[in-house]
Nanobody, 124 residues
């Protein structure tokens, strides 16, 4: 089992920045950030694809940056130019599998460990 703990979610004004962190209790082979707003489906925000290549959801490209500290088993999400539509519960997810072929780390179905979430609210 892997425990994930997110932190960094707060209320921020539109145009502001935030940095989320996710600490894992053990090693993983893949981690990602997802978000879910009320009444909407869970959305892949950013993740680390095989080979360390970052991938982003279309709505956050150019504004968010995902990074990972493997030594600390920690995933980060730097969020800039925040907008009210970024308001959501942000979840960290992880897996210990090795996927081959065509797969997209932005899909939640590849993850089997989830954190409790951290709320990000962007006020206009």
């Amino acid at each position: 089992q892997v425990q994930l703990v997110e932190s960094g979610g707060v209320t921020v004004q539109s145009g502001g920045s935030l940095r989320l962190s996710c600490g894992a209790s053990g090693s993983t082979t893949g981690m990602g950030w997802f978000r879910q707003a009320p009444g909407k489906e869970r959305e892949g925000v950013a993740c680390i694809q095989s080979g360390g290549v970052p991938r982003y959801g279309d709505s956050v490209k150019g504004r968010f940056t995902v990074s990972q500290d493997n030594a600390k088993n920690t995933l980060y999400l730097q969020m800039n130019s925040l907008a009210p539509e970024d308001t959501a519960m942000y979840y960290c997810a992880a897996h210990r599998r090795y996927y081959s072929g065509t797969w997209d780390c932005r899909s939640p179905r590849y993850y089997n460990y989830w954190g409790q979430g951290t709320q990000v609210t962007v006020s206009s």
